[in-house]
């Protein structure tokens, strides 16, 4: 048997990749490799490509430059493969159904809607349920939890098929303490599993405490010019002051062993 390329033992590999919408580029130069089983922290201001890059790893924005590969294939292939929480207000909580129907809208990728899912299927919606600590719910009307709830059955939704690659993009948006701990204890159990996941966040902090690697994004000095990388690496490497500095070009950062925030300045 041959031995694996780096490639492909890769769970994400980028080569002077950029992505964008419409022939607009919004994030570009990346160049990087992804080892299976990282947790990586994204981390960038508004406007410097984090949501653009998530949506182009599942091959839903342009590639525009480069190169990309998901999984050792191309993003589209690895679909199947991926678990994805997209942010907070980009879902319709009006539809009436209840929690158990959406975490079971995640086996529709591999079984089809129109396909009963069985008793190995409804097994694998109670477990997931039970491991974000919702299973008590299930039949709670999806629009009647709270936010952090929310998350949590979408990530649950998410887990059901089983990916090999979880993409989070601002998880813990308007968490209380308790959702937030929640769903930083899965990210690490995730991670210990030997999954690959990748969170799309502001707070820094929650790099420290969940993630192995860090990928800070730097937006463009202008409205018109794309985000590009600021630093990639393993977390204690990446996630330094002058990285972080330059990646928040309009902010006072301050970082330590105990404390990482970011302040904006006052004008």
Do not use: W
């Not at 649950?156 to 990916?163: E, I, K």
């Not at 993009?169 to 899965?186: I, M, S, V």
């Not at 996630?239 to 004008?267: C, G, I, K, N, P």
């Amino acid at each position: 048997m041959t031995a694996a390329s780096p490639a492909a033992a890769a769970a994400l590999v980028l080569d002077g990749a950029a992505f964008g919408y419409a022939g607009v580029t919004r994030v570009e130069r990346l160049s990087f490799e992804v080892p299976r089983g990282a947790a990586v922290a994204l981390i960038g201001p508004n406007g410097s490509g984090k949501s653009t890059l998530l949506r182009g790893i599942l091959g839903l924005s342009d590639l525009t430059a480069g190169s990309v590969r998901v999984l050792g294939g191309a993003p589209d292939r690895a679909r199947r493969s991926i678990g994805t929480l997209p942010q907070a207000d980009t879902r319709d909580t009006t539809l009436p159904v209840s929690l158990r129907q959406v975490v079971t809208m995640g086996l529709y990728r591999s079984r089809g809607a129109l396909q009963p899912i069985g008793r190995a299927g409804r097994a694998a919606v109670a477990e997931a349920l039970e491991r974000v600590g919702l299973d008590g719910l299930a039949g709670r009307r999806f629009g009647e939890l709270s936010g952090g709830q929310q998350q949590r059955g979408i990530l649950a939704r998410a887990l059901v098929s089983d990916p090999e690659l979880l993409l989070l993009d601002e998880p813990f948006n308007g968490l209380d303490r308790e959702n937030r701990d929640a769903l930083l204890r899965l990210v690490r159990e995730l991670r210990d599993e030997g999954r690959t996941v990748i969170v799309s966040t502001h707070d820094l902090e929650i790099a420290q405490q969940a993630c192995t690697h860090v990928l800070l994004l730097a937006s463009g000095h202008a409205p018109d010019q794309p985000g590009h990388p600021a630093a990639f690496g393993l977390l204690d490497e990446a996630l330094t002051l002058d990285a972080v500095q330059h990646a928040f070009q309009d902010t006072t950062v301050e970082l330590d062993h105990h404390t990482v925030t970011t302040t904006r300045e006052t004008e």
